[in-house]
């Protein structure tokens, strides 16, 4: 199989397995508390991040109140996120930065969003494509991970990654690809011990099919 038809036949099944709805596993709402909520999320699940920002919302609800926050008491509130102090000083300089520079507003384009603290490609492209709807590839740790078993990519860095599935992913699944390889990578597709035998990609999945074969 052509490995156009076979990125075609992987996506046909994500879709058919997950469907094409756009989810966000990290709850927010508004653009600025998803860009919160990403920066947290670095090194530190989605459940632990919501945890969190369940409280830290209510006691910071607007940019204004992230600007103005001691540092020290910050660092307290995200605590469990881990990193905790370098995070407190990129979500304070990142507030300080969105009213400055963007009236408050989260910025859309992606140089102005890396361009504030603690925002780097992965943390732009979770904003463009969950609140901007603009086509956006997040290379995440299990979009890394299960892109390399699923031979889509040979690279390592998270950006060079990223474009390797720009260019053989159609535009319409490149969030979805993200939303759905999470899920895939949290349910069977486990680091470090996946469940091929109970995989729907397997046959597709050069170390998944090799792995079912060896088992059998």
Not at 62 to 90: P, Q
Request: charged letters at 25%; hydrophobic letters at 40%.
């Amino acid at each position: 199989m052509k490995q156009k038809e076979r990125i075609q036949e992987i996506l046909n099944i994500l879709d058919s397995e997950y469907g094409t709805e756009y989810v966000c596993y990290l709850n927010h709402q508004s653009p600025w508390e998803l860009l919160v909520a990403t920066i947290l999320s670095a090194q530190c699940t989605d459940a632990r991040v919501n945890i969190v920002t369940k409280d830290l919302f209510v006691k910071y609800p607007t940019v204004e109140a992230f600007a103005k926050a001691e540092l020290a008491e910050l660092e307290k509130d995200i605590h469990s996120t881990g990193f905790y102090h370098n995070k407190a000083v990129n979500l304070i300089g990142c507030a300080n930065a969105v009213l400055e520079r963007h009236g408050g507003e989260v910025p859309s384009d992606l140089e102005s969003l890396i361009a504030l603290p603690g925002v780097g490609r992965k943390t732009a492209n979770v904003i463009r494509g969950n609140i901007y709807h603009e086509p956006s590839i997040v290379v995440d740790t299990h979009v890394k991970r299960i892109t390399r078993k699923l031979g889509l990519t040979k690279e390592e860095d998270p950006v060079k990654i990223e474009f390797d599935l720009m260019k053989k992913l159609p535009r319409d699944h490149w969030i979805l690809y993200n939303i759905h390889i999470i899920r895939l990578g949290r349910s069977i597709c486990k680091a470090p011990n996946p469940k091929c035998q109970e995989c729907f990609l397997a046959h597709l999945c050069p170390q998944g099919a090799s792995h079912v074969k060896d088992v059998k």
